[in-house]
């Protein structure tokens, strides 16, 4: 990604600033290849609730806060669901639903959907920016 900027030194949106071999990465999701050493070391799991930031704590309804009861994952049943089109209400349905059916089939069942959706690179958006979960649910009625 570069770092243009626009006449008021604004950086211009992502889908003018992502280069075609940052596409590429991102599109086939070779960008998560570092998280592999927080899997070895043990800080998170391979699948489970992506890590979110941690100024998103205080937005978490209380059944959201769930997600938290288990290690993040490098993948999940939002990003074999959805990935990056859903809305955060719809991501954070799936990490509870994920936390309350955990189970070895359905870890397996998550493997191998992501195994497909990262060698056809469906369901990634890479043209528009994605909103924080604080300025979405700033933003929107609950």
Known sequence: MSDKKNANNELLPDDQRVTLFGNFIRKY???EIPQLINILVGHMSLIGPRPLRVQYLPYYTETEKIRHSVKPGVTGLAQVSGRNTLNWDDKLAFDVEYVQKMSFYLDAKIFFKTV?????GSDTNLSEGIIDLDEYRKTTKR
Not at 116 to 120: G, I, P, S
């Open 29 to 31: 999701s070779l960008d």
């Open 116 to 120: 497909l959706k990262v060698v056809n």
